[in-house]
């Protein structure tokens, strides 16, 4: 496993501006309500020590809550300074294959190994294994660390960010959802969260966030939420992830799907628990590797290479 910092140590202070500036700006990329949904799961799940571990590496000004700042790696991927992390939203694999192998399908365009979601999740676990080891490790940036980690849990359970290479993840798959236009990447990426949102919960974010989670602790999904969080290697898990997303896309993302088809309720209807569900599965995942990471573990920690 390559271990990568993006350039070297950012200074916090240099990051804290970069990030107040999106901040303020207000602009938010796509899929922004599932990131936002993924991180306050897995907050809301986190135990004292890794409560504390993530409150100190956050900017003082979101007063502790990282959902504020889990679509940061969306707003900053083109920035000249993080163009090297654009590829790591996202896993390629070759067409209808529907299966996902490490060594074949995590790169970027140019064949950079490790280069993928699978990859850039076992990277910055790494290196927030690191960070009991005090202020004196200057080899990473954990704030940033932190960022990167949780909004990367909830593109890998996103099945569309582990789709085929010609299609582009079903970016070029062009259609109507409804009555306007749209691919369907995008419907899996935000337009199923916003019909939901509106048909169902007001467009309250909150009221959604609730019934997510009485869906796994006492609804739908409790008799299997205890095996979603079985990992007993950090840095193997995200192959798990990302298998079960290549073979969702497969069984439901393009099945039944052709370019310039207008998808309405017949899809929406058949596929909102399944992204409801991932969402959830991030969350809980998420708030399991952060909770290990922070607290007592027996994780072997890799030297940087």
């Known amino acids: 496993m390559v271990m990568y910092t993006g350039g070297g140590f950012m200074s916090f202070s240099i990051l804290v501006v970069g990030l107040i500036l999106v901040w303020a700006s207000g602009a938010w990329s796509w899929s922004k309500e599932g990131h936002i949904l993924t991180c306050r799961i897995a907050q809301d799940m986190l135990e004292p020590e890794a409560a504390e571990a993530v409150k100190n590496l956050l900017p003082d000004y979101v007063n502790g809550d990282l959902s504020a700042l889990c679509t940061w790696p969306d707003q900053i991927r083109h920035w000249y300074k993080y163009r090297w992390t654009s590829s790591l939203h996202f896993i390629d694999t070759p067409d209808k294959a529907c299966n996902f192998k490490y060594s074949r399908d995590c790169h970027d365009p140019r064949g950079a190994k490790d280069m993928c979601v699978a990859g850039?999740?076992?990277?910055?676990?790494?290196?927030?294994?690191?960070?009991?080891?005090?202020?004196?490790?200057r080899r990473y940036n954990l704030t940033e660390a932190l960022l990167f980690l949780s909004h990367f849990m909830g593109d890998i359970h996103q099945p569309m960010h582990v789709g085929f290479t010609s299609d582009e993840g079903g970016n070029t798959i062009q259609l109507h959802w409804f009555r306007h236009k749209s691919n369907l990447h995008h419907v899996w990426d935000r337009e199923i969260i916003l019909t939901a949102l509106a048909d169902f919960y007001q467009k309250d974010m909150d009221v959604f966030k609730e019934d997510l989670q009485s869906n796994f602790t006492t609804g739908t999904w409790s008799d299997d939420v205890s095996s979603w969080g079985d990992c007993s290697d950090l840095f193997s898990c995200p192959t798990k992830y990302a298998t079960e997303s290549i073979s969702i896309a497969c069984k439901w993302g393009y099945k039944g799907v052709n370019q310039g088809d207008t998808l309405a309720d017949d899809y929406f209807n058949s596929r909102m628990l399944i992204i409801t569900k991932r969402i959830a599965q991030g969350g809980v995942r998420l708030a399991m590797i952060l909770n290990r990471v922070f607290g007592e573990h027996n994780q072997a920690i890799p030297s940087p290479t």
Do not use: V, W
């Open 120 to 137: 850039a999740i076992s990277n910055f676990t790494m290196q927030l294994l690191h960070y009991k080891e005090g202020t004196s490790d």
